[in-house]
């Protein structure tokens, strides 16, 4: 930044390439020439115009920045476009494979915190709600104990991962869906959400239109090309028999 500060502040230089006893006319040292915009002017004999090039920063700077950036994110396992906040020089492809090993680290942290700090506080909540006596709930006018603090399920949600393209997201949601290799809940806890929370909300939603005689409109589906077989077929039939 000095460098080009310092090459700023020259608007030009006279030189000549004559040797110090040289034939050019004889110029004060150091002497300051006031320039005017769009002003021609004409030097003493032997001597030249010019200015001063900033060669600082070199070209390769944005690399070498780039790179020392990247290897501090390596060590948090964050990609090289998330520290930068540019993915110019990515894919679609490059960049959500550098992310899927992000979110991993995520993943990794939210179970650590979950059994670091999370479980503990909870164990510590559930004992101070057993010795507060209010323990669980009355069936048939009888208070059950209370189970062990090991035997309580307990699940912590995260914010989930927003996909960068939720069409296809969802075809592959619904696809493990199908196949049974997935359930609500997995797929409702990647977005966050709760899935007894939101099948009840469907549930009350669907009442709702059913009482006030409102329909879901399907999407509209677009319409599969013809395949080649099928139209060379279609073309074959439109020649005329004496063709």
């Known amino acids: 930044m000095a460098a080009a500060e310092t090459a700023?502040?020259?608007?030009?230089?006279?030189?000549?390439?004559?040797?110090?006893?040289?034939?050019?006319?004889?110029?004060?040292?150091?002497?300051?020439?006031?320039?005017?915009?769009?002003?021609?002017?004409?030097?003493?004999?032997?001597?030249?115009?010019?200015?001063?090039?900033?060669?600082?920063?070199?070209?390769?700077?944005p690399e070498f920045k780039r790179e020392i950036l990247g290897e501090i994110g390596r060590c948090l396992q964050i990609p090289v476009n998330i520290v930068t906040?540019?993915?110019?020089?990515?894919?679609?492809?490059?960049?959500?494979?550098?992310?899927?090993?992000?979110f991993k680290v995520l993943k990794i942290e939210q179970d650590h915190l979950a059994l670091a700090v999370l479980d503990r506080i909870f164990d510590a909540w559930y004992r101070e709600y057993v010795l507060a006596g209010t323990v669980g709930n009355t069936r048939s006018g009888l208070q059950y104990a209370a189970p062990q603090i090991?035997?309580?399920?307990?699940?912590?949600?995260?914010?989930?991962?927003?996909?960068v393209d939720p069409a296809k997201e969802a075809n592959a949601q619904g696809t493990r869906l199908v196949n049974l290799t997935t359930t609500l809940a997995t797929e409702y806890a990647r977005q966050g959400?709760?899935?007894?929370?939101?099948?009840?909300q469907i549930a009350k939603e669907r009442a709702l239109m059913q009482e006030l005689n409102l329909t879901a409109i399907d999407p509209a589906k677009p319409e599969k090309p013809p395949d080649e077989d099928e139209e060379e077929a279609n073309n074959d039939d439109n020649v005329p028999e004496n063709w």
């Open 193 to 200: 959400k709760d899935w007894e929370i939101e099948l009840r």
């Open 85 to 102: 906040g540019d993915s110019s020089r990515h894919n679609y492809a490059s960049g959500r494979l550098d992310h899927q090993t992000y």
């Open 8 to 61: 700023a502040d020259f608007a030009a230089v006279i030189y000549t390439d004559a040797p110090a006893n040289g034939e050019a006319q004889p110029l004060e040292a150091m002497d300051v020439i006031p320039l005017e915009k769009r002003m021609a002017t004409v030097l003493a004999d032997g001597w030249k115009l010019g200015q001063i090039k900033a060669e600082q920063p070199a070209t390769s700077y």
């Open 150 to 163: 090991n035997s309580v399920l307990r699940c912590w949600m995260w914010d989930g991962q927003e996909h």
